[in-house]
């Protein structure tokens, strides 16, 4: 029964392969892709309330019992996580339908898209540190000719920052994988951490630490996010979509991996300087957000915010802290998608990015209006949205801390958050239309649909909290207490 959990990397990468020999059937390719990760979803949810009822689900490849093979590793944490990409994934494969074209549809767009959630989902269940580093491969290698698609200067000159801070960052990834393996002796992550507690984290394991954390800041854009903005706000509005929700999620939730598991033992030092770090990201996010008034800069900006903000929570690391974090990023997830195709929407109905060039659309599209402005109010934590929930329990959890800087700024920035999106809706939506009806572009169903489904995702996961609780406490109770993990994968079943 355990095989069930590598489905959810098999499935998307199988299909995109498949897609690569079907290349000129664009219609075949869109059913077989949406029906491909609607499947994911549905074995991602049958997995997440198997583990509710039958624990931690291990399975190992070969045969080869940990320590010594590859196993994959479905916990609560990272299935909440499996589940949401796929969703987002769905979502921003309906709008592709109607807006990348079909001269990108003829270059493997839906491979490379099944390749990244393969990347993406694999990175989320693996239980080995080297695989770890695989499946971020196979994700990036995806996201390179992702955010090239369509060879507009402007995309290539990003893509280039972004390739060399990507390949920098791996050789970094490698180097401490390579350290590490040869301290301890191992690169399970379970057996890493009972390695790691019986030798004591020392200077040498502590400096590795920060190597590792060097690296998942670099892929997450904490603190080291200088890359994020420009290759965020490049590619076509689906990729830009599948970015701002996705790829940052993937280094956090590798830093929350390791260092709830593996590098516990110093918060002091550790944890601190995550702590350090999450608020300047934040502080410097804020800035970027107010400063530019391209729409697209300002969604990236607000990408980069969420990094910090979400990472109070691990520095902090007590329980309603982590539960708050594991909330968050379920939600920002959701409403980053949103967000991200709600901006090339009107990007697309006014041919151009800038602030002050738009005006008056509400009159002309009410229902991406509003939208905009419920994504907006989620985004700044406006109860009882999504963004509320996971903001409080963070914030209890700094105050249970005494972790009152940090605190202030986290919220200090969810104003600046809010400025920044309320700045966009009130000069772009209000005001006198510059579009008339002759020159109004009209919006296909496809473009809609998922932007209203996302918007009613966002409103269901604020008021029906109560029923995504028991998957985010049993998230935070095995990231709290690395020896459930560690039983799981060591002593447990197949």
């Known amino acids: 029964m355990n095989n069930i959990i590598v489905l959810p990397m098999i499935i998307p990468l199988l299909t995109g392969i498949l897609l690569v020999f079907i290349r000129n059937s664009v219609r075949l390719q869109r059913i077989l892709s949406f029906v491909a990760i609607v499947i994911t979803a549905v074995i991602s949810l049958y997995i997440l309330n198997l583990i509710q009822t039958d624990g931690i689900l291990r399975i190992d490849f070969g045969g080869w019992m940990p320590p010594y093979g590859i196993s994959f590793v479905a916990d609560s944490f990272s299935v909440l996580l499996v589940l949401t990409t796929a969703i987002v994934t769905a979502m921003v494969l309906l709008y592709s339908f109607s807006s990348i074209g079909a001269a990108h549809e003829n270059m493997y767009f839906y491979s490379l898209v099944l390749f990244l959630i393969a990347g993406v989902n694999g990175s989320f269940l693996t239980g080995d540190l080297f695989n770890l580093f695989v499946c971020f491969e196979v994700m990036l290698l995806s996201s390179y000719v992702l955010i090239t698609l369509g060879g507009r200067k402007i995309q290539l000159v990003e893509s280039i920052k972004y ?106 030092i550790t944890h601190t300087l995550i702590g350090i770090m999450a608020a300047l990201t934040m502080i410097g996010g804020s800035i970027g957000a107010i400063a530019y008034k391209d729409i697209r800069q300002i969604a990236a ?58 005006s008056g659309l509400i009159r002309n599209y009410p229902l991406i209006g509003w939208s905009f402005f419920l994504t907006l109010m989620s985004i700044a934590g406006i109860p009882p949205l999504s963004g509320f929930i996971g903001k409080v329990l963070i914030g209890q959890g700094a105050i249970e801390t005494g972790s009152f800087v940090l605190l202030a700024i986290a919220f200090i920035s969810s104003v600046f958050v809010l400025y920044s999106l309320l700045r966009i809706f009130m000069n772009t939506f209000w005001g006198e239309t510059i579009i008339s009806e002759e020159d109004e572009v009209p919006l296909e169903k496809g473009m809609l649909i998922p932007v209203v489904l996302l918007g009613i995702a966002t409103i269901a996961l604020g008021f029906g909290a109560e029923w995504i609780a028991i998957y985010v406490q049993d998230a935070a109770t095995t990231l709290m207490n690395p020896e459930i993990y560690i039983d799981a994968v060591m002593n447990g079943n197949q």
């Open 163 to 268: 390739v060399v801070i990507n390949v920098v960052s791996s050789w970094f990834f490698l180097l401490g994988i390579a350290y590490l393996y040869g301290t301890v002796g191992t690169l399970n992550l379970a057996h890493l951490s009972v390695r790691v507690a019986e030798v004591g984290q020392g200077p040498l394991l502590t400096t590795i630490a920060i190597i590792f954390l060097v690296v998942f800041s670099l892929k997450s854009g904490l603190l080291l996010y200088f890359w994020l903005p420009g290759s965020y706000s490049v590619p076509p509005t689906a990729v830009a979509a599948l970015f701002g929700a996705l790829l940052t999620k993937v280094g956090i939730y590798a830093m929350f991996r390791m260092f709830t598991l593996v590098f516990y033992h110093e918060p002091s």
């Open 301 to 358: 900006y607000n990408v980069v915010i969420t990094v910090g903000f979400i990472l109070v929570g691990l520095a902090v690391s007590t329980q309603v802290a982590l539960e708050g974090s594991v909330y968050y990023i379920v939600h920002d997830m959701i409403i980053k998608a949103l967000l991200f195709l709600l901006i090339g929407t009107m990007i697309y109905v006014t041919k151009t990015s800038r602030i002050e060039e738009m």
